[in-house]
């Protein structure tokens, strides 16, 4: 079975000393899933698995149990050529991510080309209630949808999330401070209005701040917005 062959190779990579430093980084994942295996050498074997025809068993094979698999899995899927192939495999696997890593890492490439079709599904994602599916949404908006295909409507719908999780506010903060420096002028006056809660209001500022992209001017504006409330 693919799946024991997978795992022995990865199991033949640890890395002990990352392991322990990867899981503290990770604290919602417990440490007995981590193997240790390093970025690097998951993105190289994903791109020969992903060749391969017997994949679609590993990728069926859910909920895997480590986290190495899991991003083994995002990094195979981020490789899938068709659209409407990719799109499932994201949405099999999104109810099975339980980390930011994995969500951050998982970047389908070919989602870049089906814009049009990637919106409807990312406004579901954003629907989920689920967190690491509505930060994956909130991500996919940033990555496609700052640039020549912005519209200021996408910063309403991320503005209109409430969440308690930390993982989804911090995706909200680090949108937020990446449209302010690809869209400041649009992105500038729901900060004044304060469309954020007041913590996520300051996480967005505080990225911002700390940003190359964003001029000194642009940051003396955004000090002034600063809320002392912490609702």
């Given at each position: 079975?693919?799946?024991?062959?997978?795992?022995?190779?990865?199991?033949?990579?640890?890395?002990?000393?990352y392991r322990d430093f990867q899981s503290k980084l990770i604290p919602t994942a417990d440490k007995e899933c981590f193997i240790g295996v390093r970025t690097p050498a998951l993105r190289t074997m994903a791109k020969e698995l992903a060749k391969r025809a017997d994949m679609e068993e590993f990728l069926s094979a859910l909920p895997h149990r480590y986290f190495d698999e899991n991003q083994l899995h995002a990094f195979v899927i981020s490789l899938t050529k068709d659209f409407d192939s990719c799109l499932a495999q994201v949405s099999a696997f999104l109810p099975y991510v339980d980390n930011w890593a994995t969500c951050d890492q998982m970047s389908p490439k070919v989602f870049k080309k089906h814009k049009k079709e990637l919106l409807p599904q990312i406004e579901r994602w954003l629907a989920s209630g689920k967190t690491y599916t509505i930060r994956f949404g909130?991500?996919?908006?940033?990555?496609?949808?700052?640039?020549?295909?912005?519209?200021?409507?996408?910063?309403?719908?991320?503005?209109?999330?409430?969440?308690?999780?930390?993982?989804?506010?911090?995706m909200i903060a680090w949108y937020f401070a990446t449209a302010l420096a690809k869209q400041y002028k649009a992105t500038l006056p729901l900060l004044e209005a304060r469309a954020l809660d007041a913590r996520t209001h300051n996480k967005a500022i505080q990225k911002a701040l700390e940003s190359f992209r964003i001029s000194p001017e642009q940051k003396a504006v955004l000090r002034t917005l600063k809320s002392t409330s912490q609702r």
């Open positions: 079975m693919i799946q024991d062959e997978i795992l022995n190779r990865l199991t033949a990579q640890q890395d002990i000393p909130i991500k996919m908006l940033m990555e496609h949808f700052l640039d020549a295909d912005f519209d200021s409507s996408y910063l309403q719908k991320v503005a209109q999330i409430r969440s308690d999780e930390y993982y989804v506010n911090m």
